[in-house]
């Protein structure tokens, strides 16, 4: 994407992570953006070492050119990408609050006192949070919606598949989505919600939205949401096949939130109508 505006300055924190590599990587295409710093946390090995090659745009950018684990002082910041995990997430927050800047967050697992946190800090900044960056769930959360609305007496489980190394169960997805049938069903989820089943469990209650998480190997994040009647059976699938598409979101995202007014968005700001 090619603009005359100067580029938006990003700050990336969890730089380090799976996620923030994959976001650094995907700035490197864009020359509308720029990594003006690439956090990671006090005592990371990372710390002080060289970035990976970046776009020229980027250079001469305060805090340019290493992994820091505090952007430099003076240094100008836009948004702020969080892909730190609950560990970072509190403390991305509190960066972006103190610089002004908007924050795009794609931590799952947070608690309901980070959620509220979100919700006073959007009185003053840009925030966007999502459990997933890909357009192609964004869209898919519409049409869990809409076929639980149209099939209220189905049955609906949600499975969902991660690599060894994921921390949260279910993931972030698959609570949106979950959120997002019971929506379309017009009730809480937390009244509705069961996760896994196991021994002498009864009959299914009508009702459920049943959560399964499994977890192997390098598996990227798979999600289906199944409605089952009898004689039939309605699947909706998203495989994602590399974090890329998930940092090209998050830098959509980005495109959005800066220089936006303060607000919560999310995914359908950025998906458009
Ligand atoms: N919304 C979406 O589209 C997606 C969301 N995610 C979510 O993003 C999060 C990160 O996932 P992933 O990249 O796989 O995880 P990683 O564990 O690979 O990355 C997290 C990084 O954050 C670092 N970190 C932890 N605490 C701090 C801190 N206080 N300051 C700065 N850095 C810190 C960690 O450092 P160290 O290892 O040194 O502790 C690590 O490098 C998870 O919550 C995951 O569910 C993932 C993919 C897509
Ligand atoms: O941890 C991951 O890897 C992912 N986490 C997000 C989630 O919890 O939904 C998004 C994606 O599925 C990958």
């Known amino acids: 994407m090619t603009t005359d505006a100067a580029p938006i300055r990003l700050a990336v924190y969890g730089a380090g ?119 192609g769930v964004a869209l898919m959360q519409r049409f869990a919606r809409m076929a639980a609305k149209v099939l209220p007496d189905w049955d609906c489980e949600i499975v969902e598949m991660h690599h060894r190394r994921k921390r949260d169960a279910p993931s972030g997805t698959a609570l949106s989505l979950g959120e997002a049938v019971a929506q379309g069903r017009g009730v809480g989820l937390a009244e509705v919600a069961v996760h896994g089943r196991s021994g002498l469990t009864g009959a299914r209650p009508a009702g459920q939205i049943g959560f399964h998480a499994l977890r192997g190997g390098d598996v990227i994040g798979d999600h289906t949401v199944l409605f089952a009647s009898d004689d039939e059976r309605l699947e909706l699938t998203h495989r994602a096949a590399s974090r890329d598409l998930f940092a090209r979101g998050a830098l959509r995202a980005a495109r959005r939130l800066a220089r936006a007014q303060p607000g919560r968005y999310g995914m359908d700001d950025v998906l458009g109508e």
Do not use: Y
């Open 17 to 135: 992570g799976r996620m923030g590599q994959a976001v650094l990587r995907a700035a490197q295409d864009c020359a509308d953006v720029c990594i003006a710093a690439a956090l990671v946390r006090a005592g990371s090995g990372l710390a002080g070492t060289p970035l990976p090659p970046l776009p020229p745009l980027s250079a001469g950018a305060a805090g340019e050119g290493e992994f820091v684990i505090a952007p430099p002082a003076g240094t100008l910041l836009e948004v702020v990408i969080d892909f730190s995990g609950v560990q970072g997430f509190d403390a991305a927050l509190a960066l972006a609050l103190q610089h002004r800047a908007a924050l795009v967050s794609g931590t799952t697992g947070l608690d309901a006192a980070q959620h509220v946190a979100l919700d006073r800090a959007a009185e003053q900044i840009p925030v966007l949070w999502a459990s997933n960056f890909s357009l």
